[in-house]
């Protein structure tokens, strides 16, 4: 786009619309929640803030554990912070979270009762005709009601009009409501497979990716603001043996293994990091004496039970193969005979 744009303007530079106060905003929410308050992540809720402003149909799109329930639901508090604060140009926002797929049609347009005949106003009237009333004493707060479940055309092409200029919501007895300014809709998907251009093109999207969100960074969250409050000095331990073996475990499972389930990077070390946490607790038996004796042991079994417990019978001798040249630079007296799936960390005695 910046090349289009140097080309049909040549020697004309870009300013930027400066988000200083958001931005700002943003990060302190970040923190505060314990997150990292990445740039590329802050940049990427202030598209989204762009985006929300020039159109009231939004899709927030990209695979799982990229950050955008964290984008939206940053954004809203950011918004709201700075209303309160007397900043112009936001409004304190009402977040309300549905899973469209969750719930039969009928329950989430509305539909006619077979036996009387008699019209149920589903979820989604209901919320809308909220809002509507709000809008009509005089409320400026926003809404957005965010659809987080995945798309199809059974639910997605009732939204058209909803997604149009005219902001009406169609009934099937008919009726039709008129949405107010109020009233925003996010998408919240992993893709968008099924979508037809005609919905696609009602909506603007925002785009993200796992360089957005690495699991470094949740990982380091986790490790300083859990494990070191915990046991001083064992986050940081934790993350060099995290950052030792952890991209190259995973380049060969994505590579030379297969798996049962499909997961995403973010979704195993993840799992890594909460096997760990329920191990490395004082109730079963781990204080800050013997935590220094037992954080790689554990951290080995948790290693191998989260990277390779999702792995077919087949690939589990090459992931054994791999982990058993990873382990012995991290705990070189692991044992060496049987399976490395049939040992466990005993806690009390710090062996396995």
């Not at 007397?86 to 009402?94: L, N, T, W, Y």
């Not at 989430?108 to 036996?115: D, I, R, T």
């Not at 009387?116 to 400026?140: K, M, Q, S």
């Not at 968008?192 to 603007?204: I, Q």
Request: glycine share 8%.
């Amino acid at each position: 786009m910046r090349a289009i744009l140097g080309d049909l303007f040549p020697g004309s530079t870009e300013n930027g619309i400066e988000h200083e106060r958001l931005e700002e905003c943003i990060g302190q929410h970040l923190r505060a929640h314990k997150l990292q308050a990445l740039p590329l992540l802050v940049d990427k809720t202030v598209q989204l803030h762009e985006v929300v402003i020039a159109r009231h149909g939004v899709m927030v799109l990209g695979a799982p554990c990229v950050g955008k329930s964290t984008c939206i639901t940053m954004l809203g508090r950011a918004w709201t912070q700075l209303k309160e604060g007397g900043a112009a140009g936001f409004e304190k926002v009402d977040r309300v979270t549905l899973n469209p797929k969750s719930i039969r049609i009928n329950e989430l347009y509305g539909g006619f009762n077979e036996m009387t005949h008699e019209w149920i106003d589903g979820l989604l009237p209901v919320l809308c005709r909220r809002v509507c009333d709000a809008a009509a004493n005089g409320g400026t707060d926003k809404t957005w009601i965010c659809f987080d479940g995945p798309v199809d055309s059974l639910w997605i092409e009732n939204m058209n009009s909803v997604l149009d200029d005219n902001k009406l919501l169609t009934l099937a007895n008919n009726e039709r409501i008129k949405l107010p300014q109020t009233l925003s809709m996010l998408f919240e998907l992993a893709d968008l497979d099924v979508a037809t251009p005609a919905t696609v093109s009602r909506c603007g999207i925002v785009l993200l990716d796992q360089v957005h969100l690495g699991w470094q960074d949740a990982a380091r969250s986790w490790a300083s603001h859990v494990m070191d409050q915990r046991f001083a000095g064992c986050g940081d331990t934790i993350m060099d043996m995290l950052e030792q073996v952890g991209d190259a475990t995973l380049a060969f499972v994505r590579k030379e293994c297969t798996e049962y389930i499909e997961s995403v990077d973010f979704n195993l070390m993840r799992s890594c990091c909460n096997v760990m946490d329920s191990l490395l607790r004082s109730e079963h038996g781990v204080t800050h004496a013997n935590v220094g004796l037992l954080v790689a042991k554990v951290f080995v079994f948790a290693y191998i039970w989260s990277l390779g417990a999702n792995l077919h019978d087949a690939s589990r001798k090459q992931f054994e193969s791999f982990a058993r040249s990873v382990i012995a630079n991290l705990l070189p007296d692991f044992p060496s005979d049987l399976s490395i799936f049939d040992w466990k960390v005993d806690i009390l005695a710090g062996n396995f």
